[in-house]
């Protein structure tokens, strides 16, 4: 059992943050490890997250053998004041709770029940949905209004299913006002679905213009949007129909989310998977932005270094991405720089308008469940190389990463680690 002195922050896992959550060590799952949640603006996807995630209240209980089948048990207590939001929102003259809403409130205590589970935490970027061709019965008996002082969520598990891709839990449900029962639906069910943030955090900025022309591989665009896919959305979206084995799973290469994301589009690239060391190549559009953080929030008004180098790296990820075969799709695979080298020749300014990066793919070789990539590139401004360099990533699997002995320490090294 756990209760609400073990230190449930509601809050923070409504705003997307797991860390200090969960707190109590009396899980026999993997709670605290958990990554990201999908609770806050996927839980309600018709009301805003910041309205959402006021249903709930406080966490009291939540007993994983618990309730009258030993299925499990969640208690959710929500004060009630009269200058609630809903209240306003109700019929004129007539202020009070919709049922709708503690049926909105009774999902949103089944998705942390099923988040507190660590279900979420391989599957980031996913929602939760009610379960469909599913008849639910709502009974209301009671209300909450401005009087009213506290509402009560309780959740009795009866079924729950973790073992398929789509994690479902239905439970009996019931809400209490000021100990009144109001609310009750047997057997509501929610349950956890796969998808991408690109397709409900719609934004003009992923049909941004192009200053130069966009590549087509196998008859797919590499614009803008694509890009923004290969961060945030449906890996077909980002590299066409060969890639639908990656969609199957729950995790793909994938190049940072924005503001970290240093790519635009893709001027030209070359894939030839006969002999894919000799032409694999790609040229990687940056249009610089005066007003990124990158130039306003450094020291000088020259890009920073840190993100010059992730400018320069970026493309060998999605080029390896690109060249990645289907039957790579079961590894899930991690991806991983490993060393590099290379040059600065100038510092880059805000009016220097776009960046080329040009990759060639120097070699690549497959062990067991990893790959080494090494890669040749230069930055170009126009026709002036202002940055080049040679580097090699990894792609590796969960297993084959873990098993990774990192670099062996010297003699001296490991004299001064003992020390210290």
């Known amino acids: 059992m756990v209760n609400e002195a073990d230190g449930f922050d509601r ?27 999908v609770v806050g603006a996927r839980m309600a996807q018709h009301i805003d997250s910041s309205i959402a995630r006021d249903l709930l209240g406080a966490v009291t209980h939540l007993e ?18 009269p200058d609630d939001w809903f209240f306003a929102g109700h019929f004129k003259n007539d202020p009070c709770m919709p049922g709708t809403l503690m049926a909105e409130g009774c999902l949103q205590a089944l ?36 009087r009213s002082r506290e509402l009560v969520y309780e959740l009795f598990i009866d079924e729950a299913a973790f073992s398929g891709d789509e994690p479902t839990v239905f439970a009996h449900v019931l809400c209490t006002v ?32 192009t200053r130069l022309p966009t590549a087509m591989l196998d008859g797919h665009r590499f614009d803008h949007r694509s890009i923004v896919a290969c961060a945030l959305g449906d890996p077909i979206a980002a590299f066409g129909e060969r890639f639908r084995p990656f969609a199957k799973n729950l995790r793909c290469s ?10 635009t589009h893709v001027a030209h690239a070359d894939r030839t998977l006969e002999h894919p060391q000799v032409k694999a190549s790609v040229d990687m559009v940056y249009d610089l932005d005066a007003a990124a953080w990158y130039f306003t929030e450094h020291s000088h008004p020259v890009m920073a270094l840190c993100a010059l180098l992730e400018m320069a790296l970026q493309p060998c990820g999605w080029l390896s991405s690109l060249m990645l075969e289907p039957e790579f799709a079961a590894w899930q695979p991690l991806f991983r720089n490993l060393d590099g080298i290379g040059t600065l020749h100038r510092e880059i300014q805000p009016d220097d308008g776009s960046v080329i990066t040009r990759v060639q793919m120097r070699s690549r070789v497959v062990l067991g469940e990893q790959v080494i990539w090494r890669f040749k590139l230069v930055c170009m401004i126009g026709t002036e190389c202002v940055f080049e360099c040679a580097t090699s990533f990894g792609s590796f699997s969960p297993r084959a990463l873990a098993e990774t002995k990192g670099m062996i320490p010297s003699a001296s090294e490991s004299v001064a680690a003992m020390a210290s």
């Not at 998705?111 to 009974?139: C, H, N, S």
């Not at 994938?254 to 790519?263: I, S, V």
Request: aromatic letters at 12%; a positive charge; charged letters at 20%.
């Open 11 to 37: 809050l923070g896992i409504m705003q997307g943050s797991s860390e200090g959550t969960f707190l109590v060590a009396h899980f026999t799952t993997d709670l605290i490890a958990m990554e990201k949640n």
């Open 64 to 81: 994983l053998q618990g309730g009258h089948a030993q299925r499990g048990y969640l208690r959710a207590v929500r004060p009630l004041a």
């Open 111 to 146: 998705a942390f029940y099923i988040a507190a589970l660590g279900m979420t935490r391989e599957r980031d970027g996913w929602r939760f949905e009610p379960v469909p061709e599913t008849q639910y019965k709502f009974v209301c008996r009671g209300q909450a209004t401005p």
């Open 178 to 209: 000021d100990g009144l029962k109001s609310f009750h639906c047997e057997r509501l069910g929610l349950r956890l679905v796969k998808d991408y943030p690109m397709t409900s955090q719609r934004s003009v900025e992923w049909q941004r213009p």
């Open 254 to 263: 994938r190049l940072p989310n924005p503001p970290y994301l240093f790519c």
